[in-house]
């Protein structure tokens, strides 16, 4: 199975500072179509996950834009460019290329 | 509006069986794959398989296949998942999700003990 490991477990910041999240992958994620299967979920607090991005960097349309995904092959990024209330929870990054999929163990934003 | 209503969860003793349900609206079922993912009481996701949006091929994780069947109803928009021999281990909330993970739903607890 790929392993997915995401750092940090867990970020604690101010609303409006930025936070960067890390997910590295323990095989390539570049498919034989060419595309990277690397995705990311939010959970807040007491909720079912809630989609925020596909494919490394393509944004759900409901998703707003100061969210920004990043990488490839085995290294990726999820950032977020100023951190609003709304955004705390726990995320996710899984992949979607081989199987069985693989979830990283999830990283909790809190407020500082 | 895209919803995925489960059910079927509950206590369940070691050893037995369990089928839990999936109710979606909001979208053409038919047309889509649906996968399980279960998430663990210390947070872990994993994923449990996906079923073909015509029923006719299923894929599963490796460490499950042998106890979990993964069924539809596209006449129903249901999904299903037939848990079987049920462990100690198998204790999670079960969600059940569209096509690539973009939709889930509320979950439901799965609690296995005697």
């Known amino acids: 199975d790929v392993v997915m490991t995401q750092t940090p477990v867990s970020l604690s910041l101010a609303i409006g500072q930025p936070a960067s999240i890390s997910c590295k992958s323990s095989q390539s994620l570049l498919g034989t179509s060419g595309k990277t299967f690397l995705n990311w979920i939010l959970q807040r607090p007491g909720q079912s996950p809630k989609r925020l991005i596909y494919q490394v960097s393509k944004l759900y349309s409901e998703v707003p834009d100061r969210f920004s995904g990043s990488g490839s092959e085995t290294e990726f990024t999820l950032k977020i460019s100023r951190v609003e209330a709304e955004d705390l929870g726990v995320y996710y990054c899984?992949?979607?290329?081989?199987?069985?999929?693989?979830f990283g163990g999830g990283t909790k934003l809190e407020l500082k | 509006e895209v919803q995925l209503v489960e059910s079927g969860g509950g206590l369940v003793q070691p050893g037995a069986s369990l089928k839990l349900s999936c109710v979606a609206s909001g979208f053409t079922f038919s047309d889509y794959w649906m996968s399980w993912v279960r998430q663990t009481p210390g947070k872990t996701m994993e994923w449990i398989g996906d079923?073909?949006?015509?029923?006719?091929?299923?894929n599963y994780a490796p460490s499950l296949k042998n106890r979990f069947t993964i069924s539809r109803d596209n006449a129903k928009s249901t999904l299903y998942l037939q848990m079987s021999n049920v462990r100690s281990e198998d204790t999670a909330t079960y969600y059940c999700t569209r096509q690539h993970l973009d939709y889930w739903g509320q979950g439901v607890m799965v609690t296995v003990s005697s």
């Open positions: 079923i073909k949006y015509d029923g006719s091929y299923t």
């Open positions: 899984w992949q979607g290329t081989h199987f069985p999929r693989t």
